[in-house]
């Protein structure tokens, strides 16, 4: 009986832990070289995000190891079990994973909240401005674009011409 109170217990924290998370979707970014044709693809980081929210964490981050000849890295969504890329891939400098850059992982997601894309920008910084090197994670969310105002139809004259419009009068003339 004790044994079931325990097991209930730690199921109802469980429960209420995944509940109050406010990350409900997850990716795994992959890396691969482009310099070699039979570069591995390997996981560069797990992120988890809310699609809705556009929250997002990086859950873990594993730096790449690259060849030192390695000049530029390929970047997107891979399916393992089809060997093939589920989502539109990047292309980016091999330096933007090396020492003094700080990398800014960059997911576009459709409007159901799939990872469309993966880019990868990254900036230098001075070790004597900040201490944290860890990489960023934003989200961009795909939206309906503006819709153009359109005008109304074209007015003739009788000769077949554009009517020009009377040139507006100032307060004085009226």
């Known amino acids: 009986m004790k044994l079931f109170h325990a097991v209930l217990t730690l199921c109802v ?23 070699t044709s039979s570069a591995p ?29 390695s000049k530029l890295v390929r970047i997107g969504i891979y399916d393992s079990v089809t060997s093939a890329w589920k989502s539109s891939t990047s292309m980016t400098s091999a330096d ?38 860890s990489p960023n994670v934003r989200i961009i969310k795909a939206a309906k674009g503006k819709q153009p105002d359109l005008n109304g139809p074209v007015v003739l004259s009788p000769e077949g011409k554009v009517a020009e419009p009377e040139p507006e009068k100032t307060l004085l003339q009226k």
Do not use: H, M
């Open 13 to 35: 924290q469980l429960v209420v832990i995944v509940a109050t998370s406010d990350f409900i979707d997850s990716a795994t970014v992959y890396i691969q070289s482009l310099d």
């Open 96 to 133: 933007s994973f090396s020492k003094g850059f700080r990398p800014t992982l960059v997911l576009s997601l459709d409007t159901q909240g799939g990872v469309l894309g993966v880019t990868c920008k990254s900036g230098r910084i001075d070790a004597g401005q900040t201490r944290d090197f």
């Open 41 to 69: 693809i390997s996981p560069l980081a797990q992120i988890k995000y809310n699609p809705s929210t556009l929250d997002a964490e990086l859950i873990s981050f594993d730096a790449p190891d690259l060849a030192p000849e």
